[in-house]
């Protein structure tokens, strides 16, 4: 006599392969995935590449000149001999600008992580950043026109180089929203969803930025808001291990 034996599976779920399980979410809503550190890495590069645009913008420094004040012809004359500064602030504004947008996003899905969904501080975090990241590519916007156009003096108005002149050595500076995004750090910093030192720094960077950015000195907010950015993505992307091993 001969015995046959039949096996039959029923899978709850037939898309996934045997012995597969959905990965459980956590209080918080992480997936239990290990956290990475790419988005403060771009952070440090958004850091790096800001205070690098703002150095080769006070390089193009024509109208600025106080032996060239009133003159519009010899400022388009000087202008013209600083288009590879201006080039350089154009790449490392733009490089930044992305940069930061990345490192805004990866900041709010952090703060979250350690302040829940009900908490400002997050949202205000990353609105900051991408404000800032906003304004440096408004920073950039007449760089094609007149850099490439310089060359060329007859297609330019000289009174219009001049403004040019003015506009790139101050928009781009304007870093008043990431002194903003200092602040959250400081109160997610006291509610313990960062390291305490992270909200210190953000206390008194951030808030140096923010209150020269809202004053008459505004442009200063400029010398002070990149160093925040890449002390802060530093210590995300060096430090916080309590929270990656968690």
């Not at 150095?55 to 193009?60: H, N, Q």
């Not at 490392?92 to 969904?117: I, N, Y």
């Not at 297609?155 to 995004?181: E, K, Q, R």
Request: charged share 10%; hydrophobic share 50%; glycine share 14%.
């Amino acid at each position: 006599m001969t015995t046959t034996t039949t096996t039959t599976t029923h899978p709850v779920r037939t898309d996934l392969h045997r012995g597969s399980v959905p990965a459980t979410p956590d209080h918080d809503g992480r997936s239990g995935a290990r956290p990475t550190r790419h988005w403060a890495l771009a952070g440090v590069g958004a850091g790096l590449a800001g205070i690098g645009a703002i150095v080769a913008s006070g390089l193009v420094d024509a109208v600025y000149d106080p032996d060239l004040q009133g003159d519009a012809a010899a400022i388009a004359d000087r202008l013209a001999t600083q288009r590879e500064a201006a080039f350089v602030f154009h790449s490392l504004a733009l490089v930044s600008a992305v940069l930061l947008l990345v490192f805004a996003a990866g900041l709010l899905r952090r703060l979250r992580q350690g302040s829940g969904s009900e908490a400002l501080a997050p949202m205000v975090a990353f609105a900051g950043l991408a404000g800032t990241a906003v304004v440096q590519v408004i920073g950039t916007s007449l760089d094609t026109e007149f850099l490439f156009g310089l060359p060329q003096q007859d297609v330019l108005v000289d009174s219009n180089v001049v403004m040019y002149g003015h506009f790139i050595g101050t928009v781009p500076w304007c870093w008043v929203l990431a002194g903003l995004a200092g602040l959250a750090l400081h109160v997610a910093g006291r509610a313990g969803a960062v390291p305490r030192w992270l909200g210190r720094t953000g206390l008194v960077l951030g808030g140096l930025t923010l209150l020269v950015g809202i004053s008459p000195l505004q442009y200063l907010a400029g010398m002070v808001g990149p160093v925040w950015l890449l002390v802060t993505a530093l210590g995300f992307a060096l430090g916080d291990k309590a929270h990656r091993a968690a």
